[in-house]
């Protein structure tokens, strides 16, 4: 299966599940990667998160995908897409794999606190994805300090010896089990 049709199968999933699934169209042809965007990219994500070290990164997938998400589509002028899943790294048990039983239950208890076995990244409506968080957490975990500040920024189905495997797509999903909790400002 290409990354396009488990895209598509996890928007319709979300959707299945109750959720809200953000209103999608494949561009197919558009890479928004091109050279010039992955050089100014670093400074694109800096401008959008501030300045980072590797300790803000490790195992923060979700938030730093949820507060990079806004700046991405201003910065490149499309739509992009918040998107929950695993990885198959071509092992037995995949990297933080999870399955539609694990949503059912999230779904019906909640968030319960603890480490979640999930990952999230965004991706474009190109296909192309963009992960800030994996080589870092992996360089910690494996103790390779060049892996530090990494970032994927391609189309999914160019990489080599690991898939992105999208099971939910938008935020519905962290807000309906208290993995996201908003604060609202207001004054009386």
């Known amino acids: 299966m290409t ?7 996890a928007i319709e999933r979300t959707d299945r599940f109750g959720l809200v699934p953000p209103a999608f169209t494949v561009k197919h042809g558009q890479r928004w990667f091109d050279a010039g ?3 100014r990219f670093p400074f694109a994500v800096r401008d959008a998160l501030g300045e980072l070290d590797f300790e803000d990164v ?14 991405l589509e201003a910065w490149l002028g499309c739509p992009v897409f918040y ?8 092992t037995e048990e995949g990297m ?40 870092t957490t992996m360089g910690v975990a494996q103790k390779r ?4 500040g990494g970032a994927i920024t391609r189309f999914a189905d160019e990489l080599k010896g ?3 495997k999208p099971m939910l797509v938008g935020d519905d999903f962290l807000r309906k089990t208290g993995l996201l909790t908003e604060w609202r400002m207001f004054s009386l």
């Open 145 to 148: 300090p060049e892996m530090f």
């Open 37 to 39: 965007n992955l050089a």
């Open 96 to 135: 933080f794999r999870f399955d539609e039983a694990f949503i059912a239950e999230t779904l019906r208890t909640g968030y319960v606190g603890g480490a979640v076995k999930l990952h999230a990244w965004l991706t474009l409506p190109s296909m192309e994805i963009v992960d800030i968080s994996l080589p």
């Open 58 to 71: 490790v195992g923060q997938c979700m938030a730093i995908h949820y507060r990079l998400l806004p700046g």
């Open 3 to 9: 990354y396009e049709q488990e895209f598509l199968a």
């Open 162 to 164: 690991m898939a992105y």
């Open 83 to 90: 998107t929950i899943g695993w990885i198959d790294d071509e």
